[in-house]
C-alpha cells in the first residue's frame, strides 16, 4: 500500500454517449433511451441558457446595470441547478449526460449570440427567446416521456424546468416595457 497517487490513467470508455444500461426502475428501455435523448438536448439548452445569462451578466452597461447584474446573477444560478438536475435524471435513467460543452453545443437549439457587447434591450430579447424555445421543447417532451409512463422526466420537466423558466421569462419581459404605458 503507497500514499502515491496513480496519476495519468487513461481507459476506454465504458458507456458510450446515447445508450442507456438496464436500471430496475420499472420502465422499459425505450421509454429510457427516449428520455435520455430529449433530457440531453434540455440540458444542452440549459447549460448554454446559463452561460448567456452569465455573458449578459457581465456585459451590464446603463441605468439599470446594477439591477440586471444581479437579476441575471440569479437566473444564471438558477438555469445551473437545472443543469444538475437534468444531467442526474440522465444518469438515473441509465444513460449519460451531455457534460462536455463542446459536445453541448453541437446538440443545443440556443443560437450562439454575438462575441461583442450588445444593448440591454437585445440581450433581454435574446435570453427571452432562448427561453421560448426552450420552453416549446421541454413542453413537447414533457408530453411524450408522460405518454411512455416516465412521470418523474416528466415531473422534473414541469415541475422545475418549465417553472423555473416561465419565472425568468416573467422578470425578463418586464424590463421591455414601457414605463410610461405601464401606469
Request: net charge negative; proline share 4%.
Amino acid at each position: 500500500m503507497t500514499s502515491q497517487p496513480h496519476l495519468h490513467q487513461h481507459g476506454p470508455e465504458i458507456q458510450e454517449f446515447g445508450t442507456v444500461v438496464q436500471m430496475p426502475i420499472a420502465l422499459s428501455h425505450d421509454a429510457r433511451q427516449y428520455a435520455c435523448q430529449r433530457l440531453n438536448r434540455v440540458l444542452a439548452d440549459t447549460q448554454f441558457l446559463y452561460a448567456l445569462y452569465k455573458k449578459c451578466h457581465w456585459g451590464m452597461r446603463g441605468a439599470t446595470a446594477y439591477q440586471l447584474h444581479l437579476l441575471f446573477d440569479k437566473h444564471a444560478q438558477e438555469q445551473l441547478d437545472l443543469v444538475d438536475a437534468l444531467a442526474e435524471r440522465v444518469q438515473s435513467l441509465g444513460g449519460v449526460a451531455v457534460g462536455d460543452p463542446r459536445h453541448a453545443a453541437g446538440i443545443t437549439g440556443v443560437p450562439r449570440p454575438p462575441d461583442g457587447s450588445e444593448s440591454t434591450r437585445s440581450m433581454l430579447s435574446r435570453l427571452l427567446d432562448a427561453h421560448e424555445g426552450i420552453l416549446a421543447d421541454v413542453r413537447d417532451a414533457a408530453r411524450r416521456t408522460a405518454e411512455l409512463g416516465d412521470e418523474g422526466t416528466q415531473d422534473l420537466l414541469v415541475s422545475q424546468v418549465v417553472r423555473t423558466s416561465e419565472a425568468q421569462v416573467w422578470f425578463l419581459a418586464a424590463h421591455l416595457t414601457d414605463p410610461e404605458t405601464a401606469r
